[in-house]
Each structure stands twice: as structure tokens, then as C-alpha cells.
């Protein structure tokens, strides 16, 4: 209990560095609060709690998807952590997957009702991310991932100063950010979902993406071991050989200790 709540700390302090979550703006329309108003006893709902009391600064950029964790994630107990960092996605059927990671381990897979009961309470933005969600929690489920010991990340989460512009990154400072993130977080494994992920970490390599996800090998990133797989959702499945890529992120998975 004590390691958890330390290491929530760290990560409250480090988002507050970046002035990316601001307080203010987490009424009780947001995804956020709704969460919580639904799942009050969550662990993710209190934890949460303590990240936003520290996010006191003003809205002065665009902000970002909040990161979520399972609930023995920052525990002493053992388990094989996994932190995945996904990209932002702005194609009408795909959004953020760690916009709706909350929801992983409360609503069965299948289970419409339950997400479009949280959906409707949200500020209706005319997308429905429900097949997206069912999308990601189906495949994550295959690859054998355990959510009590996930960490999901958007890769890049601090936006120019002033700007509110869609994809007008600090690429410097968001890669500043998930580097000190992922040292706290301290995974056993890292996959990355994306092209944006694997460009921000090892723009060096950006040009083996394809053969790294086609191949399935496994890489060091920050001498941690590093999976990258393609994007599961909007136009990352349209992408040549998809599906043989994401069989061999879950044969990588089934074979690491």
C-alpha cells in the first residue's frame, strides 16, 4: 500500500510539471468524474483522486487523455507489469485508447450496455468509441495481458504552450515526460502501439517499423524489453499484413517469461 501510494505521488508530481491536467478542467461531464460517479469504490477512481488534487495550475494548452493503471500495478505483489504506451487518434472510430482503458476490468467483453451507459454520459462529441473499446479489450484479452498489472500512456502528451491545436506536440518535452513516466512506472515489458510510440522513443529506428512489426522482434528501449505492434484500431488495421503482426505480438507475449 505504502509503495503504491509513492509511486502515484511521483507520477502526480511529474503531470504537474507538465501542466497538462488541470484541476479545472475535470467537471462532472468528463470521463474522468462520470468513472467515478460510476464506479465510486474503484481503486482507479481513488487513486485518481490523489493525481488531479495536485494538477492546480491554469488552462493554458490543450490538455490530454489521463493515463490509467490496474489495481496492483504500484503493489508489492508479483505479476508481470506491462506499460503500454498508445498514440492519440483523432479517426472517428478509434479515439484514445487510454480514454476508455478505465473500463477494461469493469464490463465484461460484449457487455454494449454497461460502456454505452458510461458513454451517454459524456459531452456528446457526435463519435462513438463502443466498437473501439470492444476492439482493444478483446485483443488485449487474447494476448493474455492481466489488467491488474497494466499501465496504459498516450506517447505524446504535452502540447506546444498556448496552442490547442490537434497534434501540435512538445515533441522534446513529451518525450521527456514518458521517459521519466516509464522510469517510475518501472515495467518488466513495454509494448508500443503505433508507429507514434515506436518515432517518439527511437526516431534513430523509424525506418526497420515495418520490419520490427512484421518480424516480431523484440527490442531494448530505455534496457527495458520493447514489443511494437501495429495500431489496433481506425486505419492502423488497414495497414499491410496486420494481421500477421498482431499474431506475432501474441506469440512474443506467450513466450516471454
Known sequence: MKNSIEK???????????????????????????????YPDNHY?????????????SHSK??????????????????????????????????SIAFFAQLFPVIDIDDVDSYKKFESN????GNS????????????????????????????????????????FNTEKSLELLKSEIEICNPDLIILLGRTPFLLLDKNHAKNYSDITKNGKIIKIMDKRCIVSPFPIGCGRTQKDFKLKIEKVRKLL????
Not at 459524456?122 to 462529441?125: E, I
Request: proline fraction near 3%; include cysteine; charge should be negative.
Open 8 to 38: 502515484i505521488d511521483k507520477l502526480s508530481k511529474l503531470f504537474k510539471k507538465y501542466n497538462i491536467y488541470p484541476r479545472s478542467c475535470y467537471d462532472f461531464k468528463t470521463p474522468a468524474r462520470i468513472f467515478q460517479k460510476l
Open 45 to 57: 477512481s481513488l487513486e485518481l483522486e490523489q493525481v488531479l488534487s495536485d494538477q492546480d495550475y
Open 62 to 95: 490543450r490538455g490530454a487523455d489521463l493515463p490509467w493503471w490496474g489495481e496492483k500495478y504500484f503493489s508489492d505483489e508479483e505479476g508481470r507489469r506491462i506499460l503500454i504506451v498508445s498514440q492519440d487518434s483523432l479517426v472517428p472510430d478509434a479515439g
Open 122 to 125: 459524456l459531452v456528446k462529441s
Open 129 to 168: 468509441f463502443c466498437n473501439s473499446w470492444n476492439t482493444v479489450k478483446k485483443l488485449f484479452t487474447e494476448w493474455g495481458i492481466d489488467f491488474d498489472f497494466l499501465y496504459i500512456t498516450d506517447a505524446s502528451k504535452v502540447y506546444s504552450d498556448n496552442s490547442w491545436d490537434d497534434f501540435d
Open 254 to 257: 506467450s513466450e516471454i517469461k
